[in-house]
């Protein structure tokens, strides 16, 4: 680069926004530490035996949010059957021992922040939740549905320290029209994309309220909201003892032709051996990927507009549009890349003549013993690309 040459002061704009979700973060952790605190084994329905179902009681440990005006629920270790879906109320703190395993007997979900006969519209859901600690075991095969954690329509969500495993299809966690998000210091491991058909599945997804089909757990207006400051970092995805890995580790696969997930900050993940993309931000603007390590992986890094294709390129109102979204401000920073590449590229920005991808910044990323394309660009504007290190076998 040259040295005239300087990140644009968006960028700027952009570390302020990410202190902004950290002191979120930390008045969060505050207010809800100090609520009411109950130990969920004092529960006489909760006896995290391994034999027993727990969810019943948890659940109306969870209800008490609503006239405590929020809830502290400690979990010590144990084994704790689910044989119904948790709902999560606002103001809900789940505090779970490292030791402690939550195990999904039914083939839903594990938790959601909204019922079926809701109707949420914007982030005014169930939100001001903390999901910190203990193994949540999705139980594939002998237990389908997919998805374990199911977020929509709400703001200041913690998730943090803990392991989701053993899944089949769907994601670990959907985030579908949520702001002010962080997810830190998990594992996500072990996944069957159940003969290749769910070889696109992301362990996170980035999700909007589209339509039914994409958002099939009802309690949701599709008014089309986007997410909006997500934070997710210092996690690790890979396979298990018993399954491989993710299709991608995080990501998104459907769109609307004028919305864009904004703000997004991925930074110091680990991502091994995904079958495809690591990485694709797909229908994404004011972008930050610092600092990630991929290893072995179908494909590296993705920066895609929507797809023109009938159902990726309608507008907000459900009309064709026949164009991709533009999209812009990228600083893909210090990534690291070694291995793989049987899928696609180690990194990819695809923009055309007509949906250009503005102001990228590729800077300071190392791609090591790939034996595909190493970085491949095509359709952006005013972007400054660094010198990448690529060495193949």
């Given at each position: 680069m040259d040295?005239?040459?300087?990140?644009?002061?968006?960028?700027?704009?952009?570390?302020?926004?990410?202190?902004?979700?950290?002191?979120?973060?930390?008045?969060?952790?505050e207010e809800l530490t100090s609520a009411?605190?109950?130990?969920?084994?004092?529960?006489?329905?909760?006896?995290?035996?391994?034999?027993?179902?727990?969810?019943?009681?948890i659940q109306q440990l969870l209800n008490l949010a609503e006239r405590k005006e929020g809830i502290h629920i400690v979990f010590p270790p144990g084994l704790y059957t689910l044989r119904w879906p948790l709902r999560l109320k606002q103001n809900t703190f789940l505090d779970a021992s490292d030791d402690s395993i939550f195990r999904k007997n039914h083939h839903g979900p594990m938790l959601l922040n909204l019922r079926r006969r809701d109707r949420m519209r914007a982030y005014r859901g169930n939100g001001n939740i903390i999901i910190r600690g203990g193994t949540w075991d999705a139980n594939y095969p002998a237990y389908r549905g997919g998805t374990s954690f199911v977020?929509?329509?709400?703001?200041?969500?913690?998730?943090?320290?803990?392991?989701?495993?053993?899944?089949?299809?769907?994601?670990?966690?959907?985030?579908?029209?949520?702001?002010?998000?962080?997810?830190?210091?998990?594992?996500?491991l072990g996944y069957d994309d159940r003969k290749g058909e769910r070889a696109y599945s992301e362990a996170i997804q980035l999700d909007l309220a589209k339509a039914r089909r994409v958002f099939p757990w009802g309690g949701s207006v599709f008014d089309q909201t986007t997410c909006e400051?997500?934070?997710?970092?210092?996690n690790s995805f890979g396979p298990s003892d018993t399954k491989g890995s993710w299709g991608r580790a995080i990501g998104s696969h459907s769109a609307t032709a004028d919305r864009w997930h904004e703000r997004i900050y991925i930074t110091d993940n680990v991502m091994k051996e995904t079958l495809q993309w690591a990485l694709r931000a797909y229908s994404w603007r004011d972008v930050v990927l610092y600092n990630n390590?991929?290893?072995?992986?179908?494909?590296?890094?993705?920066?895609?507009?929507?797809?023109?294709?009938?159902?990726?390129?309608?507008?907000?109102?459900?009309?064709?549009?026949?164009?991709?979204?533009?999209?812009?401000n990228f600083l893909i920073l210090q990534?690291?890349?070694?291995?793989?590449?049987?899928?696609?590229?180690?990194?990819?920005?695809?923009?055309?003549?007509?949906?250009?991808?503005?102001?990228?910044?590729?800077?300071?990323?190392?791609?090591?013993?790939?034996?595909?394309?190493?970085?491949?660009?095509?359709?952006?504007?005013?972007?400054?690309?660094?010198?990448?290190?690529?060495r193949s076998r």
């Open positions: 040295k005239e040459q300087k990140v644009p002061a968006v960028f700027n704009e952009l570390a302020e926004i990410l202190r902004d979700i950290s002191r979120t973060s930390n008045h969060l952790i009411c605190t109950v130990l969920a084994t004092d529960h006489p329905l909760v006896r995290a035996d391994g034999k027993h179902d727990d969810a019943k009681g977020l929509a329509h709400a703001k200041n969500v913690i998730i943090e320290q803990l392991q989701l495993v053993e899944h089949g299809g769907g994601h670990a966690i959907e985030l579908n029209a949520m702001r002010n998000i962080e997810v830190r210091h998990c594992k996500f400051d997500i934070w997710i970092h210092h390590r991929i290893e072995s992986c179908g494909g590296g890094v993705a920066i895609h507009p929507n797809y023109v294709d009938g159902r990726n390129d309608t507008d907000s109102k459900n009309r064709p549009t026949g164009r991709s979204n533009p999209i812009k990534n690291t890349i070694t291995g793989g590449g049987k899928y696609a590229s180690a990194i990819r920005l695809k923009g055309d003549e007509k949906s250009p991808i503005t102001c990228a910044c590729l800077l300071g990323n190392h791609v090591e013993d790939y034996p595909g394309k190493g970085v491949l660009v095509t359709g952006t504007e005013n972007s400054l690309i660094g010198k990448e290190t690529a």
